[in-house]
């Protein structure tokens, strides 16, 4: 079933937040080697406008001591999100991160434009520590949600809406993705046309991240 879309899009170009980092390793030969670009929000103020209040959806975020706490409390609402245009190259490899925990289900949301219809893909963790993969629609592959990795657990995933780590990486033609270091899934990489950056929370679910982040190549 198609999901009811309650979005809000950031766009900005975050210049001033990305700054280069430093260069690929070579491999001998000389050529050009791109640099390592990275976008980091840390929550210590809110500096990238990410608190914001949309009354009519119940939705609100806002920044203080330190996170971003994400509300969306729509009880026939599905899902809330929210993204910002951090420019990431999709095209080469890159690593997405952030930490989070949520009474409900919370994600890392990239790739995400509703001006466009793309409505990217979300790395998902919940209460009870099951991690999963969606294609939320609109990437190619029609506008339903799609499961790419079903929900799973294990050992090393905190429960009871504690702190995730999560990391997901492209390297070449894969998507790999990590929670608390430990590598959940690996799998063909999804088409992805926008360098967009955000989260995205379940109806009734109060959320809150530690930080995210972005690192690319150009």
């Known amino acids: 079933m198609k999901k009811i879309f309650f979005a809000l899009i950031a766009i900005a170009t975050l210049f001033t937040a990305c ?17 390592l670009f990275q976008y980091v929000e840390d929550f210590d103020n809110d500096r990238d406008n990410w608190s914001f209040a ?39 490899d890159f690593t997405l991160y952030t930490r989070i925990g949520s009474n409900g289900t919370m994600g890392l949301l990239f790739g995400y434009n509703a001006n466009t219809g793309n409505y990217g893909y979300s790395f998902t963790v919940d209460y009870d520590g099951y991690v999963a993969l969606y294609d939320e629609g609109g990437n190619g592959y029609g506008n339903d949600i799609q499961e790419i990795v079903s929900p799973i657990t ?35 990489a999804e088409r992805l046309r926008y360098g967009t950056l955000g989260f995205m929370v379940t109806a009734k679910t109060q959320g809150e991240a530690d930080y995210i982040q972005a690192d690319w190549y150009e």
């Not at 409390?73 to 095209?91: I, M, R």
Request: no cysteine; net charge negative.
């Open 19 to 35: 700054r280069p980092y430093d260069y690929r390793p070579g491999t001998g030969g000389g050529g050009y080697y791109p640099k």
């Open 54 to 92: 949309d009354g009519t959806n119940y939705a609100y975020g806002i920044v203080s001591n330190g996170t971003f706490k994400f509300d969306y409390n729509d009880v026939n609402g599905e899902a809330y999100y929210l993204s910002k245009d951090v420019l990431f190259n999709t095209g080469d």
């Open 154 to 188: 294990n050992r090393y995933i905190n429960i009871n809406g504690d702190w995730n780590e999560l990391r997901l990486e492209q390297r070449g033609s894969r998507w790999k993705g990590y929670v608390n270091d430990v590598e959940v899934f690996n799998i063909p």
